[in-house]
C-alpha cells in the first residue's frame, strides 16, 4: 500500500527553527509537494521537489532523499502567522498526490 | 471571479437526499480534483479530471458523481446521501497533472 508519515502535531518557539519530516512509500515517485493549511482554510502551496537535495525559498526550505524515501520541511525564524498544518504529498506513477494527514505546527511567544 | 470558487460554503443534508457541490475556476487550468478531508487523514482524491470531457475515479469514488462538461466548471453529485459522508470538501486544480494544485475555500458538509 501507499504511505505517507508526518508527525501529528509540534510545538516551537517564535524565531526559532523547527524540521518537520516526512516519510514516504508509495507506488512510484513523481515528486513531492508541501503545503500550508491554516485551521478553516484551503492548502495552499509552498514548495516541489523532484531531485535530491535542498530546495531554498526564503524562510522555507525543502529537502528530499528519494532514496531513504524522506523529506523535511525547515522553518526558520519562526512567526506567529506560521501556525498551521503542514501537509506532505507525494505524486504517484499514476501522478495523482498521495497525503500525509498533515503536521500542526504551534508557535509559542 | 479569481482562482477557484466553491458553493455552498456549508450544508447540512438529511441523509438520503441528493446534492450537488460547485465547484469553477478562471484559470483555464486543464485538470481539476475533488478531495474530502477528514480529521486525522490525509486529503483523499474523490474524482479527477485530467481536461474537459474525461473524468477518472480516485482513491474513495463510491457514491459520489462528476461531470466535466466545459474547462470551468467540475461539479460533484452526491446521489443518496449518508451520514459517513460528512467531511470538508475541497476542490482543486491544475494546468496539468505535472504542477501544483490550486484549492478552493472548501465545502463544509454535514449529513444527518
Known amino acids: 500500500g501507499q504511505n505517507i508519515d508526518q508527525p501529528t502535531e509540534m510545538t516551537a518557539t517564535e524565531g526559532a527553527i523547527v524540521q518537520i519530516n516526512c516519510t514516504y512509500q508509495t507506488s512510484g515517485f513523481n515528486g513531492l509537494f508541501w503545503y500550508q493549511q491554516h485551521a478553516g482554510e484551503a492548502p495552499t502551496f509552498l514548495s516541489y521537489?523532484?531531485l535530491d537535495g535542498l530546495e531554498e525559498k526564503g524562510r522555507f526550505s525543502s529537502f528530499l532523499s528519494r532514496s531513504k524515501g524522506y523529506s523535511y520541511l525547515l522553518l526558520k525564524e519562526l512567526q506567529m502567522k506560521d501556525s498551521a498544518s503542514y501537509l506532505c504529498?507525494?505524486?504517484?506513477?499514476?501522478?495523482?498526490?498521495?497525503w500525509g494527514a498533515g503536521t500542526k505546527l504551534i508557535i509559542k511567544p | 471571479i479569481a482562482g477557484i470558487t466553491q458553493a455552498p460554503t456549508s450544508q447540512i443534508l438529511a441523509a438520503g437526499r441528493r446534492m450537488t457541490l460547485r465547484c469553477t475556476q478562471d484559470?483555464?487550468?486543464?485538470?481539476m480534483y475533488w478531495y474530502r478531508q477528514d480529521l486525522g487523514l490525509g486529503l483523499r482524491l474523490i474524482h479527477y479530471s485530467n481536461t474537459a470531457g474525461t473524468t477518472g475515479k480516485g482513491e474513495v469514488p463510491d457514491g459520489y458523481s462528476v461531470s466535466r462538461a466545459n474547462t470551468d466548471d467540475f461539479p460533484l453529485t452526491l446521489a443518496s446521501a449518508v451520514p459517513s459522508q460528512t467531511s470538508v470538501y475541497f476542490c482543486?486544480?491544475?494546468?496539468?497533472?505535472?504542477?501544483?494544485?490550486?484549492f478552493g475555500p472548501g465545502t463544509r458538509l454535514t449529513v444527518l
Open positions: 504529498a507525494v505524486r504517484d506513477s499514476n501522478y495523482q498526490l498521495i
Open positions: 482543486a486544480s491544475s494546468d496539468s497533472a505535472y504542477n501544483e494544485q490550486f
Open positions: 484559470m483555464r487550468h486543464n485538470a
Open positions: 521537489n523532484v
